[in-house]
């Protein structure tokens, strides 16, 4: 087995077929992968102050891939309720789940392959029948909620057609492990009032549209008032 140090992708390979690189190649990976985490921190802006972001529920086949993501939401201040599945069993994980809050945005992710032949062809596809079956559980479960499913070379047209807001891959190529996180934080950190900003992202995403696609959605945070009690003064409310 072979796990991509940012790229979100496992696979068997054949022994002879490894190419040995030493230490500073491989650290040069490394950094590559946190220049990009840096990048795509640095899409939340002000705007979030005083507001009540976005709550996330994020499913991974991925134990190793979804801590990684954790980190990322955990900088940013979002909730993220974490569960780990195998992508055969998430229809029954999401049957049994019992999350004790409503989510604003679900991820639903892990591994895929597409083998090649018709792309069209959902057996065509390593893992895409299970994330096509999991997004429409979903859907029933939490019909308002934004949807973003997929992982690297899925069928991207199946999910969108079965409930997913956003999904992955338009040109059946491999995404980033932060590639879905970026676009939960964007829908979590943008107005209840706004769309969106789609075409943003392409600052952040490594290949945009060719790893990624959707629909319109509005964002889902909230801008919070509160008031106190001051000495000289009635009730005061203030934002």
Known sequence: YLRGVGIRKKIIVNVDDVEIVDDSEFQKG???????KKRLLSCV??????????????IDADEKYLNKCLGVYREVGIYCY???????????????LNVGFIPDVIVITGHDLFKGGNKRDLMQYKNSVYFVEATKEMRGKFPDAILIVGACQSHFEALIANGANFASSPQRINVHIYDPVIIAISVCTTSF???VDFENLKKYIQEFKGAYGGFEVYGKMKKMYWGYYDKKSEFIREN
């Open 45 to 58: 802006e002000a705007r979030v102050t005083n507001c009540l972001l976005g709550t996330v529920l994020h």
């Open 30 to 36: 490394i950094i590559r992968s946190e220049k990009y």
């Open 82 to 96: 974490p569960v780990l599945s195998e992508e055969k069993d998430l229809v029954q994980t999401i049957k049994k």
């Open 193 to 195: 009032k706004n769309i």
